[in-house]
C-alpha cells in the first residue's frame, strides 16, 4: 500500500520517463526502431527499472495511468528518434484489451500527439492472447488497419505456440532473452535448436524474428549464421534517454 501511494504520487510528478533502447539489423548494426522502457526517476533512490515497481502498478491497476502517461512522452520524446524513418515500440499491459475502445483511444493519442501511426510499434506478451481472444484480436486489427502494428514480447516463456499466435494480427515475434543467452557457451545447441525451429516457422507465417538480449558478439554470430537478422541488446546499445541518440555520436 505504501509503495501504491508513492507511485501515485510519483505518476503526478511526473517521475516516470521513458528510455529508449534500439532495435537493430544485425549485419550492419543499422537501427531499426527504439523500444520505449519505463524509468522511474526516484529523488532519493536513484533511476529505477520495472522490476521494483511494474508488479504492484499491475495488481493496483495504476499501470493504466502509468501507460498513458508513458505512451504521451514515447510518443513526444521519441519523436525526433523517427524523423528520418524507423518505429517507436511501447508495452501494453493486459489489462488495456479490457476496453473495446483500447485503439480509439491510442489513435486518439497519436493524433493528440502528431505522431504517425505507421511509426508505432505495440507489444503484447502470450498472456495477453489468453485473456479474451476475440477481443484482443479485434482490437489489433483495428489498429493495424489504422497503421499501427503489433509484436508478441517475450516469446517462449508462455505456452503458446507460434500457430496460436498466429490468429492474431502479429507481424513480429521477440524471442526472449532466456534463449539467446545460452548462445555462444557450451549449451548452445538446445537453445540453438529452439530459435532456429521459430524463425523457420515464423518465416513460412510472414511473421519477422527479433531476438532479445544480445549481449555478446558470439551471440550476434550465432544468430547471423541461422539467418536471425533482427535483435536488441546491450551489444548494440542499452536503453538511453532520448537525447543520448540524438547526440552527434548517437544512431538516430
Ligand atoms: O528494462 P526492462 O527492465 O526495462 O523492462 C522489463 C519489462 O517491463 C519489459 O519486458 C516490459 O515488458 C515492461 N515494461 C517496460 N516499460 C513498460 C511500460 O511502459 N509499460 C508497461 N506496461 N510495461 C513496461
Ligand atoms: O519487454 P521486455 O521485458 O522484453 O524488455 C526488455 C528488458 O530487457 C528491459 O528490461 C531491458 O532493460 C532488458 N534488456 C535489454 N537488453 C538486454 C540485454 O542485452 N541483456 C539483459 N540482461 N537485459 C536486457
Ligand atoms: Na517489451
Ligand atoms: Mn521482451
Redesign the pocket.
Given at each position: 500500500l505504501e509503495l501504491e501511494l508513492a507511485l501515485r504520487n510519483a505518476l503526478h510528478a511526473g517521475e516516470f520517463v521513458p528510455y529508449f533502447?534500439p532495435i537493430v539489423r544485425m549485419d550492419d548494426r543499422s537501427t531499426l526502431g527504439y523500444?520505449a522502457?519505463i524509468r522511474w526517476q526516484h529523488p532519493v533512490r536513484g533511476l529505477l527499472?520495472?522490476g521494483e515497481f511494474l508488479p504492484v502498478a499491475e495488481e493496483s491497476g495504476l499501470i493504466e495511468a502509468i501507460d498513458w502517461h508513458m505512451y504521451r512522452l514515447a510518443c513526444t520524446a521519441g519523436a525526433p528518434l523517427v524523423a528520418k524513418g524507423g518505429f517507436i515500440s511501447i508495452?501494453i499491459s493486459p489489462r488495456h484489451f479490457q476496453y473495446e475502445d483500447f485503439d480509439q483511444r491510442l489513435l486518439e493519442l497519436l493524433r493528440e500527439t502528431g505522431f504517425a501511426p505507421e511509426r508505432l510499434r505495440i507489444?503484447v506478451t502470450e498472456g495477453t492472447l489468453l485473456g479474451d481472444p476475440d477481443a484482443v484480436a479485434r482490437i489489433l486489427e483495428r489498429l493495424q488497419a489504422a497503421g499501427v502494428s503489433a509484436a508478441l514480447?517475450?516469446f517462449g516463456t508462455g505456452y503458446s505456440s507460434l500457430s496460436y499466435v498466429h490468429r492474431f494480427p502479429l507481424k513480429k515475434i521477440?524471442i526472449?532473452?532466456s534463449f539467446i543467452r545460452d548462445l555462444g557457451q557450451e549449451n548452445a545447441q538446445r537453445s540453438l535448436a529452439i530459435i532456429h525451429a521459430v524463425l523457420s516457422l515464423a518465416r513460412s507465417l510472414d511473421m519477422s524474428v527479433v531476438a532479445?538480449?544480445?549481449?555478446t558478439e558470439a551471440q550476434r554470430q550465432a544468430l547471423l549464421e541461422i539467418g536471425c537478422q533482427r535483435a536488441?541488446?546491450?551489444?548494440f546499445g542499452?536503453?538511453q534517454p532520448a537525447a543520448y541518440w540524438l547526440e552527434p555520436d548517437g544512431k538516430a
Open positions: 533502447q523500444e522502457l527499472g520495472p508495452n507489444e514480447d517475450d521477440k526472449d532473452r532479445e538480449g544480445v549481449e536488441q541488446g546491450f551489444l542499452r536503453p
